[in-house]
């Protein structure tokens, strides 16, 4: 049974920064599966935000995220993470990872295996 639990979340001023950690148990991180973040805001639709597979070769942001945050995963601790600098309000969402095989890109919004989230509210 895959699990996985978001943390990092909470309430920082725009310009500010967080770090969101994603802790898989169940499975195996080896890097080969895609793994990403996306995110919901009240009356929004999901939004992609980033992704990466290949062991961390391979990475893929929206462009509304683009040069602000930083997907990056540790095999070793079975853990990915979101490190998101230069928040803006429009970043307050419920955050969420996810892993799937199949096509990885920045903007993915379909997975087999989500977590349950973590919120992130930007003021």
Known sequence: HVQLVESGGGSVQAGGSLKLSC????YRLDGSECVGWFREAPGKGREGVASIRDGGAT???????????TI???????????????????????YYCATDS?????????WLYEGQGTQVTVS
């Open 23 to 26: 802790s898989a148990s169940g």
């Open 102 to 110: 199949g096509e990885c890109p920045g903007t993915r919004v379909l």
């Open 59 to 69: 990475t893929n942001y929206a462009s509304s995220v683009k040069g602000r945050f």
């Open 72 to 94: 990056s995963q540790d095999n070793a601790k079975n853990t990915p993470y979101l490190q998101m600098n230069s928040l803006k309000p429009e970043d307050t969402a419920m």
